[in-house]
């Protein structure tokens, strides 16, 4: 709590705290008003840790310069300096677990997740045989789910082109826990006392995957992007039950009619607006008519739907409808 009034010391930006880590956020019309206005909140900054008698890990400080898509820089890029030392500068860095890069494209973040999956997925594959068949939903839980599930509703929204590895990832996980082990294996024995010659003939069968389709089903588990429709379904439930975070409750403009309707402001990609179109799109199926109900029920409810929304349509391949939350209403 030493820190906590650390917002205070100016009002030229927007101070963001957790714990230790304090991130500090500075917006201007221009490039040059944007670094003016960063120059002059860490004089203030700097002049706080000076009458605390706190100091600065300049190692560890860095900033990054969000530009919209549209920007055409001048080539001389100002500096942020802080007690005459310059601010180093960067392209990516890591915000509660979760990579930011500057373009806000989360390839960083995908692409280390990625890497954590396919360790986790191989973490899998070895002890699998040691484990109870009972315990591999536990350990998929546990072990992948828990990554691929940390704060997607901030990223799940990526390009399509930035979640297909993460998507193939995903299937190939199930295939290992739960799919048909030895008929796999059997494929790569070769040996002719194992298999007659005809059966050792590589034809376009053996390249054939297992669908994981029938899989997902039986252990009732969502795919990648149900997983987001998921989180941020529930988020956006909290969010209206407890009305908190105050923040982001009061981004959200409810229905004076209806006070589980939200209204919804022009399109854009923010996490308000893609949140409040989802909820609108599932508060019927829900049977929400108030906040009363209880967190696990709505959870539970949620699940079955999208469960249901999942293997509504082909049993073995996949395909968009399995994740167009529009498609509820038919259900």
Same mark, same amino acid.
């Given at each position: ?10 009002? /030229? ?31 203030? +900054?700097?002049?706080? !840790?000076?009458?605390? *008698? ?105 390009? !399509?082109?930035?979640?297909?590895? +993460? ?33 050792q003939k590589l034809d376009s069968s053996f390249f054939d995957k297992e669908p994981s389709k029938p899989l997902f089903q039986t252990n009732n588990i969502l795919s990648l992007f149900n997983l987001y429709t998921y989180h941020c379904i529930m988020e956006i439930f909290k969010i209206l039950k407890f009305h908190y975070p105050i923040p982001l409750y009061t981004s959200y403009n409810i229905s004076k009619r209806r006070q589980t309707t939200l209204i919804l402001d022009k399109p854009s990609q923010t996490f308000i607006y893609r949140s409040a179109a /989802? ?26 739907? +999208? +469960? ?18 529009? *498609?509820?209403?038919? /259900?």
């Amino acid at each position: 709590f030493y820190i906590n009034d650390i917002s205070n010391c100016s009002n /030229l930006g927007k101070f963001v705290l957790f714990a230790d880590d304090t991130n500090l956020f500075v917006e201007g019309k221009t490039e040059e008003e944007a670094f003016k206005n960063g120059n002059e909140i860490l004089i203030c +900054l700097n002049r706080y !840790m000076v009458l605390n *008698k706190l100091h600065i890990n300049m190692t560890k400080c860095y900033y990054i310069h969000f530009k919209p898509k549209s920007f055409k820089g001048t080539g001389s890029e100002e500096n942020l300096v802080l007690n005459d030392i310059p601010v180093k500068k960067t392209d990516q860095t890591r915000f509660l677990g979760v990579i930011i890069d500057e373009k806000l494209s989360w390839e960083p973040h995908t692409a280390n997740l990625k890497r954590t999956l396919t360790y986790a997925t191989s973490i899998l594959n070895r002890i699998q045989k040691n484990v109870p068949e009972h315990l591999f939903r536990e350990l998929y839980y546990t072990l992948f789910e828990s990554h691929l599930s940390y704060c997607i509703s901030v990223w799940g929204d990526a390009a !399509m082109c930035r979640l297909q590895p +993460l998507w193939i990832t995903q299937k190939h996980c199930i295939r290992v826990l739960f799919g048909d082990r030895e008929k796999f294996l059997n494929k790569f024995k070769t040996c002719a006392r194992t298999r007659i010659f005809e059966d050792q003939k590589l034809d376009s069968s053996f390249f054939d995957k297992e669908p994981s389709k029938p899989l997902f089903q039986t252990n009732n588990i969502l795919s990648l992007f149900n997983l987001y429709t998921y989180h941020c379904i529930m988020e956006i439930f909290k969010i209206l039950k407890f009305h908190y975070p105050i923040p982001l409750y009061t981004s959200y403009n409810i229905s004076k009619r209806r006070q589980t309707t939200l209204i919804l402001d022009k399109p854009s990609q923010t996490f308000i607006y893609r949140s409040a179109a /989802l909820w609108n799109a599932v508060v019927k199926k829900l049977k929400v008519t108030d906040y009363s109900d209880n967190v696990s029920s709505v959870r539970a409810r949620l699940k079955q739907l +999208l +469960l249901g929304l999942q293997h509504k349509d082909l049993p073995t391949s996949w395909s968009t409808e399995d994740y167009n939350v529009s *498609k509820l209403a038919c /259900l």
